[in-house]
């Protein structure tokens, strides 16, 4: 099969297009044929960064697809089914071999490229307001960088959630797209002092939850806004 493979960690010019042998399904996994694959931060950082683990090592991390074959011990997949996947390598060839509790039905009328993008991004979010957010109905959540990936993700899960969302974001088209998809409150943090909008939106209570995918230059900011009580996460 046909893959994207790299031996040295660089630039996108180490990125070679190759024949590799297929993958073999393990008896927990499935066996998708690749229709479309996600290229994730990841992905970019570990192919400029990381040494391969072996020869030929296949990039990438997520992926969608159709199941062609199933491990003996699968019984929740079947062949034929539409899935989008995730694991840490693999995803950029044609065939992929990944355990099937890594992957997750396709809606129907759901593209496929837009299933392939979905894994990384929406399930970071929801293990960060959920897992180690515990976020709630009725609840107030700042998420940092609203426009990135995990940002716009997390925008449209807490919204469904029932909270009320808040997130830091700069120019007005960004702002108008977030409003969109469920944000409450857009903070551009180019124009505004974050912590003094959190506090004159919550009426100086505080978030109840932080979402911060950054860091290092927001820290400061997302203390300052939570409540006494309030959860910091970082992604």
């Known amino acids: 099969m046909k893959a994207a493979v790299y031996d040295c960690p660089g630039s996108p010019d180490v990125l070679r297009y190759v024949d590799v042998p297929e993958p073999v399904c393990a008896s927990d996994g499935v066996l998708i044929r690749i229709e479309a694959a996600a290229i994730e931060g990841g992905d970019l950082i570990n192919r400029a960064s990381t040494p391969a683990p072996h020869p030929d090592f296949v990039v990438?991390?997520?992926?969608?697809?159709?199941?062609?074959?199933?491990?003996?011990?699968?019984?929740?997949?079947?062949?034929?089914?539409?899935?989008t996947s995730f694991d840490l390598a693999g995803s950029h060839a044609e065939l992929r071999a990944v355990t099937a509790s890594r992957t997750w039905l396709v809606p129907e009328g759901l593209d496929m490229v837009a299933a392939a993008a979905l894994p990384i991004a929406f399930g970071t979010a929801h293990h960060c307001l959920f897992a180690r957010g515990d976020l709630k109905r009725g609840e107030t959540v700042l998420i940092q960088a609203g426009a990135g990936g995990v940002g716009l993700a997390a925008i449209q899960l807490a919204q469904q959630a029932g909270a009320t969302v808040l997130a830091t974001v700069s120019g007005?088209?960004?702002?108008?797209?977030?409003?969109?998809?469920?944000?409450?409150?857009?903070?551009?943090?180019?124009?505004?002092?974050?912590?003094?909008?959190?506090?004159?939106?919550?009426?100086?209570?505080?978030?109840?939850?932080?979402?911060?995918?950054?860091?290092?230059?927001?820290l400061q900011n997302s203390l300052a806004a939570l409540r006494p009580e309030g959860r910091l996460v970082f992604v």
Do not use: F, N
């Not at 199941?67 to 062949?79: F, K, L, M, N, P």
């Not at 409150?185 to 003094?196: E, K, Y």
């Open 60 to 83: 990438g991390y997520a992926a969608a697809g159709k199941i062609i074959a199933i491990g003996e011990s699968v019984s929740d997949r079947h062949v034929g089914q539409r899935v």
């Open 172 to 218: 007005s088209e960004r702002i108008e797209r977030l409003l969109g998809l469920g944000l409450d409150h857009a903070i551009d943090h180019h124009l505004t002092d974050i912590v003094a909008s959190v506090m004159y939106l919550t009426e100086g209570r505080g978030v109840d939850l932080v979402v911060d995918p950054v860091g290092a230059t927001t």
